[in-house]
């Protein structure tokens, strides 16, 4: 019994094909079509506003999802995954989640925030009413 060459000369032809296929993963993530961005660091700007976090540096559009980090050259694109060995070490080192829903001068206080910065502020009106606090310089003779 012989055997024909032609099955094994068209597995061999299909091997690299199979060899080159890639699976590309990707969000649409529904950006406004014009954005405000506000610097957050040097050569990083952040989407304000958004209920996420959305950067731009380097000509490119940045999302940090719990999965990874996205990208894309256009904010109205398809973000394709990109792998975290390819961030920018600028991006890598923002604190995650301090950027979603952020506004120029900071993020929106969360309510726990407020209120901690409400106590603290009201402390320092009762030392300036007693004479002290950082800001007074009295001298006692």
Known sequence: M???PLPLTIFLCLCPMAAQAQ???GIE?????VLSLSVVAPGIQVVEGFPGEVFLQGGWYWCRRPDGWYRSRS???????IDAHRVPTGLNRMP????NNWHHGGAVPARHDL???QAGHGRMQAQQRRGGGEHSHQQKS
């Open 2 to 4: 012989k055997l024909s």
């Open 75 to 81: 904010p109205q694109a398809h973000f394709g995954w």
């Open 29 to 33: 993530i529904g950006l406004p079509p």
């Open 96 to 99: 995650a989640g301090r950027y």
């Open 23 to 25: 699976v590309h993963v």
């Open 115 to 117: 209120g901690q910065r």
